[in-house]
Structure formats: C-alpha cells, structure tokens
C-alpha cells in the first residue's frame, strides 16, 4: 500500500525567508501523482502544486517549487519569499495515476509558522 | 462559480445516533470524494463517487455509507456514531473519477459526546 511520510511536524521560517518541508512516500508503481496541500484555520484544503512522476522537469508555481527525486521516493516543497499568509498546515499526498484511480494518500502533515 | 459546499459546518450528535453529511460538487464536476481528517491528522479516504456509482472504498467499516444523486450532489451517512468518529469530513469534487485536480470544501466539523 501507498503511504506517505512528513517528518517534520512543525516548521518555522523568518517572513521573507525560504523553508523547505519535506516529503517521502512509499510505492511500488511508476506513474503517479504528488501534491501538496495547504490547509490553513479556514480548514479548506488548497492546492499548492503538482507533479507527475513522468515529468523530471520539477514542478513550480510562483514562491513554491518542489525537489522530486523519484528514485528516493522524495518529494520536497520549497517555499520561498515567505509570507505571513504562508502560516497554514502543509500536506503532502499521493495519488495513483490510471483509469480507476480513487484516493490520495495523504501524510500527517507539516505545521508551518511565519515569523514577522 | 461557487466552490464546493458542505452541510452542516458544524454539528454535535450523541453516541448511537445517526448522521447525514452533504456536499455539492462544482459545477460540472462529476466526481465526489469523501475523507476523514481526523485532528492532528492527515485525511483519510473513505468513499468516491463517479456518475452516481461507488469508484472506491476506503477502509472503513460498514456504519458509513455514502450515495451521489443525479446532480451529482452527495451524502455521507454515518451510524451508530462513537466518539471516534468525532472529526472533520471533507468532500473534494473532480470532473472525473480520475481527475488530478481536486476541489476541497470547508469540510463539516462533527463532535460525537
């Protein structure tokens, strides 16, 4: 079974400074998505990024990137240029890609605090 | 276009009892998950539904039970609440069932005592 792994249970970062979570998971297939996942106190999950493993280009979407090392099985978010609004739960997942692909598999999460 | 939306944002029920939970996909979107967030915890998959058909199952036991109606709107039941079940539901809807983009709602916060 597909699991995934945040090790970092609380992060903290200076406001306009770069942290990075960071994300392992645990499969047996080759083609797959990752996301991570921003849940702040509103509780709604957000979309940060994407990346599908068949892509070696990492994936970027304006202050956030991500390392994706398939062959580790690592996948982690950098945040840079850090914003107050950044403050949030961080979660990173997983989900098969295919036909009948019905769930992510998420982590515990990351806590991230930003300090003014 | 309005997000997904779920009802209630909150409840509290009694052991024992029974609860309906309900979410309204974006428009367009054919595909409705649930998941378990509970706290200090990441979510955990319990149903999706695709074209009102069950597409996946969690492991979770026979108590929840969920059905998509024919505007692709859903429920999830859960019976015979214990206090464990005290958590936040979330529902994500997609255009498909295996669609990579997935909208999450505010979830419903349900305390079971």
């Known amino acids: 079974a597909q699991t995934v792994t945040q090790s970092q249970p609380e992060m903290s970062v200076q406001e306009a400074e770069t942290v990075t979570l960071s994300c392992t998971y645990d499969?047996?297939?080759?083609?797959?998505?990752l996301f991570w996942y921003k849940q702040p106190p509103s509780r709604q999950m957000i979309l940060v990024i994407r990346?599908?493993?068949?892509?070696?280009q990492n994936a970027t979407e304006n202050r956030f990137s991500v390392n994706f090392q398939k062959a580790a099985k690592s996948f982690s978010l950098k945040i840079s240029d850090s914003q107050l609004g950044d403050a949030a739960m961080y979660f990173c997942?997983?989900?098969?890609?295919?036909?009948?692909?019905?769930?992510?598999?998420f982590g515990a999460g990351t806590r991230l605090t930003v300090k003014p | 276009d309005a997000g997904v939306t779920q009802s209630p944002t909150h409840l509290i029920k009694t052991r024992g009892q029974q609860v309906t939970l309900r979410c309204s996909p974006i428009?367009?979107?054919?595909?409705v998950s649930w998941y378990q967030q509970v706290l200090g915890q990441g979510p955990q998959f319990i149903f999706q539904?695709?074209?009102?058909?069950?597409?996946g199952r969690g492991n979770f036991p026979d108590r929840f039970s969920a059905r998509q109606f024919p505007n692709y709107s859903s429920e999830l039941n859960v019976n015979a609440l214990l206090l464990g079940d005290s958590a936040l539901y979330l529902c994500?809807?997609?255009?498909?069932?295996?669609?990579?983009?997935?909208?999450f709602g505010q979830g419903t916060r349900l305390t079971v005592v």
């Open positions: 994500a809807s997609s255009l498909t069932a295996w669609g990579t983009e997935a909208f």
């Open positions: 499969t047996s297939e080759s083609d797959y998505y």
């Open positions: 990346q599908e493993a068949y892509k070696q």
């Open positions: 997942a997983y989900k098969t890609m295919g036909y009948n692909n019905n769930d992510m598999r």
């Open positions: 428009s367009g979107h054919k595909s």
């Open positions: 539904y695709y074209e009102k058909e069950e597409r």
